[in-house]
């Protein structure tokens, strides 16, 4: 029964989680130290403190942390920071680590009521009787040699200890092949990051969730359904040990096309400098689409938007761009750009002889977005693009200015626009002629290089299939660089900032300009257009 109605929240679904309590839910997200957190990360971790936050409860962050083969500090702060950046702050910050010897304890109590047993079946042969239904030749050792096993040579990973792991006494010929005696406890000589040596030996996910969850009093833990298999086995566990009823609540994993959501992959591509680091824009981390110019407020967004769904999604981009483009359109100031190759020069005969400068808005829909100065001068780049379809005699219109007659376009002999010439006509109605073209002024100074970069999937098949290996799959060139001008605004920017170039779309300043380097711009994909300007 639900306790009370859930407030505050502007989600398009409504969903209440079962037996949930105003203000006595508590949620948590769990990520192993292993990896950056990617955007599925980001799904599971805003959920959860939506449903903290809807209650009126708790949220715990909990490093997952029990695999020291895996994990890192280094990872563990990253998560910290990614979380803090998506507005994400637990009421508690825990560690698994922290219930090594409670768990310890509750192996042990399970071993004497013959509940555990240990087993030295090779691993190969242990896979097979587990999917064949067969039991293990250990499974009816006496409660005195599973302990002595357990306390003596795995707790000290002895040579004996090693070819030994614990397993749950559930079923071994169970339908739902996950209660057929899961593995609990595993040798690993590795020192942990944090408990260093202390132990050598480590609880499974399977063991350490469900206890460590009742432990520190969380009422809904919210499981991506690839685990619902294992959620009878969860309850066991409970059960089993006498520990408090956890709710179990099953929400789908998202994943993306073209896209690779596990951080052992994400690892390799870092691994194998195919990409600048956890962070390259090509990534799915927080970091990465961070970089790319997605914003905090299009990823909540979305992630809301999507809501708990219980089917297995796979996303197209676009969707998670193009809203992103409704947080950032209204605010990103826009300014000039032309592409460096065979830019061409527009001769305005009855322009200005010396540069002038009028104020305009950066934002023509939003006046808040402030003013910025535009150079007027009887000089403008224009793009090649744009040239090769002038027309001599055509009116046009150069935006922010007004309309030019051209009077010739001169071309090389393959055809090339080498330059422009014209004549101002600034009575004549912008919105009769045909093009509204981008330009800047042709003053040296004032002429800022830019490097506009586009980006590919990492993938090029949209769904890999079990078998398939990512390795085969790799797109060949991911990467597409554009030299270009901009217009003397973009001085101001600071890395991070989102703009957008006037018709060629939006940008975010990666790298300001240096010591002869032009600032690099990334595109931000809209959802809609494929940009390579
Ligand atoms: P990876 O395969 O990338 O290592 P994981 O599931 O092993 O992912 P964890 O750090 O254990 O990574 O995950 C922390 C939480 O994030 C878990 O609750 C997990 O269910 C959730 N999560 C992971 N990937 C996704 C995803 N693609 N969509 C939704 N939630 C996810
Ligand atoms: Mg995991
Ligand atoms: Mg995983």
Redesign the pocket.
């Given at each position: 029964s639900t306790g009370g109605k859930k407030e505050g929240h502007k989600a398009n679904f409504d969903i209440d989680l079962p037996g949930a309590e105003i203000g006595k839910v508590v949620t948590r997200?769990?990520?192993?130290?292993?990896?950056y957190l990617?955007?599925?990360?980001a799904?599971?971790?805003i959920l959860n403190q939506y449903f903290a936050q809807a209650y009126k409860g708790k949220l715990i962050i909990r490093f997952?942390d029990t695999n020291p083969s895996k994990e890192k500090t280094e990872f563990e702060q990253s998560i910290i920071e990614d979380l803090e950046l998506l507005g994400i702050k637990g009421d508690m910050l825990t560690y698994s680590s922290d219930y090594f010897q409670t768990m310890y304890d509750l192996a042990i109590k399970m071993i004497k009521e013959g509940k555990a047993y240990c087993d030295n079946t090779p691993q190969e042969q242990m896979r097979a009787e587990r999917m064949d239904g067969i039991k293990s030749a250990k499974r009816d050792a006496t409660v005195e040699e599973n302990l002595r096993i357990f306390e003596t040579e795995m707790k000290n990973a002895t040579e004996v200890g090693q070819t030994y792991c614990l397993r749950a006494k559930i079923s071994f010929d169970c339908p739902n092949k996950a209660l057929r005696d899961p593995v609990i406890y595993r040798c690993n000589l590795t020192p942990h990051h944090r408990t260093g040596t202390a132990w050598k030996m480590y609880p499974t996910?399977d063991f350490c969730v469900p206890i460590v969850d009742s432990i520190e009093g969380v009422t809904h833990a919210?499981?991506?359904i690839e685990?619902r298999d294992r959620n009878p086995q969860y309850e066991w566990m409970l059960k089993a040990l006498n520990l408090r009823k956890v709710h179990i609540w099953d929400?789908?994993?998202?994943?993306f096309v073209r896209t690779l959501?596990?951080?052992?992959k994400?690892q390799w591509f870092v691994d194998k400098d195919y990409v600048s680091g956890w962070d390259d824009p090509r990534f799915p981390t927080v970091r990465g689409v961070r970089r790319r110019g997605m914003t905090v407020e299009g990823l909540r967004n979305f992630v809301i938007s999507q809501g708990p769904s219980k089917n297995i999604i796979n996303l197209d981009w676009s969707l998670i761009w193009a809203v992103n483009k409704k947080v950032i359109d209204p605010v990103a100031p826009r300014y000039s750009s032309v592409v460096k190759e065979n830019v061409v020069t527009f001769n305005i005969a009855d322009g200005p002889a010396t540069p002038v400068m009028e104020e305009k808005p950066k934002h023509k829909k939003n006046p808040a977005v402030g003013k910025k100065p535009v150079y007027y001068y009887n000089k403008v780049l224009i793009d090649q693009a744009d040239a090769e379809l002038i027309k001599d005699g055509e009116e046009l219109t150069l935006m922010d200015w007004g309309n030019v007659i051209v009077d010739k376009v001169h071309k090389d002999a393959n055809g090339i626009v080498t330059s422009t010439d014209g004549k101002l006509h600034l009575e004549g109605d912008f919105r009769k002629t045909e093009k509204k073209i981008t330009w800047i002024a042709d003053v040296p100074e004032q002429v800022m290089p830019i490097e506009m970069i586009d980006f590919d999937h990492m993938i090029v098949k949209d769904k890999l299939e079990e078998g398939d290996n990512f390795e085969d799959f790799i797109t060949p060139k991911s990467e597409f660089h554009t030299l270009g001008y901009g217009d003397v605004n973009i001085k101001s920017l600071k890395v991070g900032d989102i703009i957008q170039f006037e018709r060629k779309g939006y940008f975010r300043l990666d790298k300001q300009a240096s010591e002869g380097k032009p600032a690099v711009f990334f595109t931000i994909p809209d959802g809609k257009t494929i940009n390579r300007y």
């Open positions: 997200f769990p990520p192993e130290p292993s990896g990617h955007i599925g990360h799904k599971a971790a997952d996910y919210l499981r991506t685990y929400f789908a994993r998202v994943n959501l596990s951080k052992r994400l």
